[in-house]
């Protein structure tokens, strides 16, 4: 499915009409366990797949250590895929409530004393080849966020409507094409430190 990684102890319940088919499964992701369910109706020019899966640090560390620097606990995912064949375009939707999650980050900050009460509702929305939308909100207590990313071939632009969290309170625009990033931000709490230590980071940038 992705790359060179493969759905380990697979198992699928289809029941299968003149109408529609019906189906759920689960199985492991590079030890990730979840669950799907979904439906395609063969009058209709939608199908659907909703998953739902408990997910933990320690089998999600290999994804996200380049991006947190200390986290653990759980979280839960509840997603549901919708393609539209007549358009061509189809749309992820859903949420992750991440009320066990534990966090220390240097962007983000720290609340490894009390697990986040939170949620994190998201919309991707796929059409052209190259081209997409996505939108992020957060609603925790020591996170908040509101963010619009437009993507396509070249480059995105990213619209912060709101970020606060225990190192950052700011908004604005990010904008990066053919390599070239243009920032423009205002607020009261501003910290990328992260950023600029790491080794990684060779880019032009018009802050």
């Known amino acids: 499915i992705v790359e060179s990684y493969d759905i380990k102890d697979f198992n699928l319940l289809a029941k299968i009409n003149n109408e529609k088919i019906l189906y759920n499964g689960n199985g492991k992701f590079d030890n990730l366990e979840f669950n799907f369910s979904g439906s395609e109706l063969f009058d209709e ?5 909703f998953i739902e899966s408990d997910f933990n640090s320690k089998n999600i560390s290999q994804f996200l250590e380049n991006y947190i620097d200390n986290f653990s606990g759980q979280f839960v995912l509840k997603a549901k895929y919708n393609f539209n064949k007549a358009e061509k375009s189809s749309e992820i939707s859903g949420s992750v409530d991440f009320r066990r999650l534990l966090f220390k980050d240097k962007f983000l900050g720290d ?16 059409s052209n080849p190259g081209t997409n939308t996505i939108k992020i909100n957060v609603l925790g207590e020591s996170l908040q966020a ?41 607020g009261e709490k501003l910290n990328i430190n992260k950023f600029i230590e790491s080794k990684n980071f060779n880019n032009d940038i018009d802050f």
């Open 45 to 49: 020019f939608d199908e659907e797949i």
């Open 111 to 126: 609340n490894l004393q009390k697990s986040e009460n939170g949620l994190i509702n998201f919309n991707i929305s796929l």
């Open 146 to 186: 509101d963010v619009l990313i437009d993507k396509y071939m070249s480059g995105f632009d990213l619209n912060i409507i709101k970020f606060i969290s225990p190192f950052q309170n700011f908004k604005g625009k990010i904008k990066q094409k053919e390599g070239i990033y243009k920032i423009n931000l205002v």
